[in-house]
């Protein structure tokens, strides 16, 4: 259909007809038409884009589906139809790990390695797993290794207490934490030190709870320290790893939630629109069951803060990836993400620069600039002892400049 105001008018013979439009006034409307073009254009692209991010989604799924599938039943087949071996009375192993974890060996009829009462605790299955990780150790692979941990975690009883150690290896283990601690608030050598010296004692205490989360904690410093994506990605991966075993177990701590929702995070940065929308999921998930358990701690409302934060200022081909895969949407507004940045500095004032910005941010956004302007005072003040510090820092200046 043409536009009316482009149609030549009614004209008498010999006359030449002439537009309704004055020529400027054709001019713009020319370069409205071109702006609808090129709109359209990047439209069909976002569009095309999106379904190929789709495409990729889906045969992911049915990779990940068919791998766990294959998995499934390798495990049942190898459970189902043991290896036929001598059987042993012994209720000890010489394995590396169950020898430095489960302590002096427990022969009474009634309980088992880790100190909890069974039906049968001298099972021909825990016998034919302890032979099979005797045989094993001249082949360590990490699937060996995180095999070997499973089973570990299978001894740990319902209570959900670790298992228990000597009083030689607990005492070792509580300095060991101490250390771990010290080194993780220290700077850069002090994170790659640390790292190193939970790495050196995994065999020994790879059973604990307290151990697991704080090494799963240092592949998450590895990864802020490392600049290499493959890097990054490994550090992420195998610190999301060990938190997996041990959630199986722990569901009621609160730490290892944190940390698988940070790790979850970091693996998600290199990842596809629809890969990263997947993992904001699990992180809330998880961070809303860390806070259910620990109440009281900044850390995981700073963290929450920020996931809202991110939701609320999704963009375009973000909102319509997460409407076209899920059917209930993540919400989050800024009043959500403020409230979170102040319950922080209610449970600790100045717990980070950090924090501080994103109050002011907030406000800014809600068109508060009086009270924007006192926290990017108020986080002026604090110093920059982090990396994410020194970000803080050079948003700060760009808000100023502003």
């Not at 034919?128 to 290794?145: L, Q």
């Not at 005492?171 to 010296?197: I, P, T, V, Y």
């Not at 177990?249 to 998600?268: N, V």
């Amino acid at each position: 259909a043409v536009p009316g105001a482009l149609l030549p008018v009614d004209a008498d013979d010999g006359a030449v007809p002439s537009p309704l439009l004055r020529q400027d006034e054709q001019l713009e409307l020319l370069e409205r038409l071109d702006f609808v073009v090129r709109n359209i254009v990047e439209l069909r692209k976002e569009v095309e884009e999106l379904r190929n991010s789709l495409q990729h989604l889906a045969a992911e799924i049915v990779g990940e589906v068919r791998t766990h599938l294959e998995e499934t039943q390798r495990v049942t087949r190898r459970r189902k139809f043991p290896f036929s071996r001598d059987r042993s009375d012994s209720t000890s192993s010489s394995s590396i790990y169950f020898t430095a974890s489960s302590g002096n060996a427990n022969t009474d009829d009634g309980e088992s390695e880790g100190g909890y009462t069974t039906a049968n605790a001298e099972s021909d299955y825990d016998r034919e797993s302890e032979r099979e990780s005797e045989e094993g150790e001249d082949e360590v692979s990490c699937e060996t290794v995180r095999t070997v941990r499973r089973d570990s975690l299978d001894l740990v009883p319902e209570d959900e207490s670790p298992l228990v150690l000597d009083s030689s290896l607990e005492e070792g283990l509580g300095q060991l934490l101490e250390q771990a601690d010290r080194l993780h608030s220290g700077d850069e050598q002090d994170k790659r030190e640390g790292f190193q010296l939970l790495l050196n004692n995994k065999l020994a205490y790879a059973g604990q709870r307290e151990f697991l989360w704080r090494l799963a904690r240092a592949h998450s410093d590895m990864w802020e320290l490392t600049e290499d994506a493959d890097e990054r990605r490994s550090y992420a991966t195998g610190g999301k790893e060990e938190l997996e075993l041990a959630l199986q177990k722990w569901d009621q701590s609160a730490e290892c939630h944190q940390w698988f929702a940070i790790l979850c995070g970091q693996m998600s940065e290199y990842e596809s629109i629809p890969k990263r929308i997947q993992a904001g999921y699990v992180f809330k998930e998880h961070i809303d069951k860390a806070i259910a358990l620990k109440p009281q701690d900044p850390q995981l409302y700073y963290l929450l803060g920020r996931w809202c934060y991110q939701v609320a200022h999704l963009g375009w081909l973000e909102k319509r990836t997460v409407s076209a895969l899920f059917e209930a949407p993540p919400t989050a507004t800024v009043q959500d993400a403020l409230q979170n940045f102040l319950r922080v500095e209610e449970l600790s004032p100045g717990f980070s620069k950090a924090g501080r910005v994103y109050i002011a941010k907030c406000y800014r956004d809600l068109g508060n600039a009086s009270a924007a302007v006192l926290w990017m005072d108020l986080a002026s003040e604090l110093p920059g002892n982090t990396k994410e510090d020194a970000e803080s820092e050079r948003e700060l200046e760009d808000m100023r400049s502003v």
